[in-house]
């Protein structure tokens, strides 16, 4: 069975940071791709950045290019995500997601856990 565990989310003040951590298992995580989703109060779910495989090539939305970066440590079984200069906007729950392959293409399957909060407020 496939789980997905996020933690390392908190209340942190804008221009703060972060690092979330998405533990795995279940399956063989250095062979797919992940990526990180996120999901606003009222909104639906913003795709956020997706790393390969090898954890060689990422990828990030417009709104976080810059501040965030993501990782993957395949003897772990882990990907993290770490996010600075963090802003109001970027308040959500934050889930990991794993793709069918080990490219950051198609459809992804989030975790069917609560996900990490991450607020972001003075």
């Known amino acids: 069975e496939v789980q997905l565990v996020e933690s390392g989310g908190g209340l942190v003040q804008p221009g703060g940071s972060l690092r979330l951590s998405c533990a795995a298992s279940?399956?063989?995580?250095?062979?797919?791709?992940m990526c990180w989703v996120r999901q606003a109060p009222g909104k639906g779910l913003e795709w956020v950045s997706a790393?390969?495989?090898?954890?060689?090539?990422?990828s990030y939305a417009d709104s976080v290019k810059g501040r965030f970066t993501i990782s993957r440590d395949n003897a772990k079984n882990t990907l993290y995500l770490q996010m600075n200069s963090l802003k109001p906007e970027d308040t959500a729950v934050y889930y990991c997601a794993k793709y069918r392959g080990p490219y950051y293409s198609g459809t992804y399957s989030k975790s069917g856990g609560q996900g990490t909060q991450v607020t972001v407020s003075s």
């Open positions: 790393i390969n495989s090898g954890g060689v090539s990422r």
């Open positions: 279940g399956f063989t995580f250095s062979s797919y791709a």
